[in-house]
């Protein structure tokens, strides 16, 4: 086995890809080590999200928050106001529980082992794993969805996902060195990102494609095989854009548990399949023909949206009025961004 690793090595030390958070073989080689807070709030950022959505935001979160000392201190509202647009906001609230349990619990040194990480909030067992090898240099294997197929390539395994992930897994260990575990555990990630990618792996320059299974047989383009999903339900809902006299915004905080919790949206209703209307205040709504759609892990949603203008001594039940200059859409999440920039012309600019 040893003579996989060290043949994809030696791939990995002329292709590898470079990543702002990366640390290269050349370098690594002449001794250099990641920052392990950069590591982490890589794989915190790319956790169901692609290498290119999460570029901007590192550079950003490091330019705002340099070190996890900074990012403890930093006020919740501005992180996730930093965050919006990523995704999976849960993360984020996670991040900062993380970072804060670093500079208390550990005195703002991240722990150097993967059982030592796993006792971090928002660290399961892939980040564990892969902050281990990537920043530590552990002997730890980390399977992710290019790890998968690679490994159900290389050795022809027909089983489907989920079920074939114990075997997957195990095929991916026993192939782990000792010796450089952490460029390793990259270059079986980028193997699978660029070259043994989901549709038209390119077999001719692989680095694998003498002892791979499924390259022999010709069944490396239907690897790996998938249990078929069930179909995503639809959900609805409605949201009030209300806009006050003097420019404000009515926007809520929404709670903290629950999807996009802690973030900033308009008041609405539950979430359901045949949702209630629920103004958050009393005036003259109007209901927009468009409705905003947008996609979660789980379902699908479409919320009606309503709009109005409000007196300046509007009472809103829930909810507070945020001043038009303290007011960017870019902080909203994607789907209450696109609820903003449905709504009239009118509304949005006076
Ligand atoms: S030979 Fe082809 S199928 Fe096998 S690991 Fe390489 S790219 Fe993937």
Redesign the pocket.
Known sequence: MRDLSETLLEWYDVHARQMPWRVGPVDRKAGSRPDPYVVWLSEVMLQQTTVAAVRDYHRKFLQIWPSVADLAAAEDADVMAAWAGLGYYARARNLLRCARAVVTDYNGVFPDTYEGLLELPGIGPYTAAAIAAIAFDRAETVVDGNVE??MA??YDIHTPLPAAKPELTRRARDLTPDTRPGDYAQAVMD?GAT???PRS???GI????VP????ITGT?PV?PKKTPKKKTPTRFGFVYAARRADGAWLLETRPDSGLLGGMLGWPGSDWTDDPEPAAPVVADWQQLDAEARHTFTHFHLRLKIMWARVPQGAAPDRGAFVAADRFSPSSLPTAMRKVYDLLPATLREN
Do not use: D, F, M, S
Request: aromatic share 4%; net charge positive; charged share 20%.
């Open positions: 197929r690679v390539r290389l193997l070259i043994c990618t792996p390119a077999c692989c680095p694998w494609r791979c299974q499924a390259r490396a690897l």
